[in-house]
Nanobody, 130 residues
Framework: EVLLVESGGGLVQTGGSLRLSCANS????????LGWFRQAPGKEREGVSC????????NYADSVKGRFTITSDVAKNLVYLQMNNLKPEDTGVYHC???????????????????????WGEGTQVDVSS
């Protein structure tokens, strides 16, 4: 069973916006840190953002601070990533991810980078043209 399903990716021009959604059917917000990481050919995997209800915290990669915002709708088991002022460097496959809160502190420096060690979905493609 697929427990994390991403949607909302697409092609956008530099400076544009996209809103990614993650349908979460397997990971309680009480017990898991949720968030997003991205992968692009020829580039290192990069944690983008995480959210922890337990910690009451969110965190972001330096490369997206001020431009991206992670939010959630707990009742609907949804996680969002609002991406504004997109740049070509943001191009990649964005994966929604979940990791036990006992194994990852979202608020720590580089917290989003730890998401990939948990569970993730198939991803959604984001292409930002220059």
């Amino acid at each position: 069973e697929v427990l994390l399903v991403e949607s909302g990716g697409g092609l956008v021009q530099t400076g544009g916006s996209l809103r990614l959604s993650c349908a979460n059917s397997g990971f309680s917000f009480d017990d898991y840190v949720l968030g997003w990481f991205r992968q692009a050919p020829g580039k290192e995997r990069e944690g983008v953002s995480c959210l922890s209800k337990h910690e009451g915290s969110t965190n972001y990669a330096d490369s997206v601070k001020g431009r991206f915002t992670i939010t959630s709708d707990v009742a609907k088991n949804l996680v969002y990533l609002q991406m504004n002022n997109l740049k070509p460097e943001d191009t990649g496959v964005y994966h929604c991810a979940a990791r036990s809160r006992y194994n990852l502190r979202c608020s720590e420096d580089g917290g989003p980078d730890g998401l990939f060690l948990g569970y993730w979905g198939e991803g959604t493609q984001v292409d930002v043209s220059s």
